[in-house]
């Protein structure tokens, strides 16, 4: 019998980089078996190191190796499951969808640091320090220049659902939480990805939540 994937999650309420790995399998229709480890919790401190070799998450257990990062895990679906087509099948328009998933990666520190992600709460008008505006500004870019040069054919940001969906999903929350406005291309993508079925099981199980990060509570 095939022992089912793992994949080791933090709060649903906080993790960002939990909901890109949670969210990218959950559309791919990966079938895999969820286990949350709440974030700074005596179980997090003992079970972390063991599932995670950063003692980080998201962690990805596929039965004979561990895969850590969420770009890393849907990079590897993508890979070993083509047919979920988490990329999209032309090279260039695919080299495009890396490059803003990257840009993701790596980036949008102020808005990161200013709007941490709390699916829990409605804050409109805060966050808005310092470099803040310029980030939401390069995302709104994002937006409107992928729906428009390339997301024919579906709703998402290169058509159908992509890695660099499920790398802008948190950000998406963010501005639902925050009250942050786009253009009308970027709030009818926003739409759609609050609008996933995978996305309300999400919200469901984080208003669910009991656990209280103070540090990650904009007041």
Known sequence: M??????????????????RAWLGLKVAGIDFEERLIALRSDEWAAKAPVFSPT????????????IWEALGILEYIADSRPDTLLWPLDIDVRAIARAVSLEMHGGFSAL?????????????????ADGVDKDIARIGEIFKMCRTRYGQGGDFLFGGFSIADAM???????FKTYGVELDPVGNAYMQAILDLPAMKEWYADAAAEEWVIEDSEVK
């Open 55 to 66: 003692a980080k998450v998201p962690a990805y257990f596929d039965g004979t190796k561990t």
């Open 112 to 128: 990161r640091n200013n709007m941490p992600m709390n699916c829990r709460k409605s804050l409109p008008g805060l966050g808005r």
């Open 2 to 19: 095939e022992t089912r994937p793992v994949l080791y999650i933090g709060n649903k309420n906080y993790s960002s980089w939990s909901l």
């Open 168 to 174: 802008y999903a948190p950000v998406v929350t963010r």
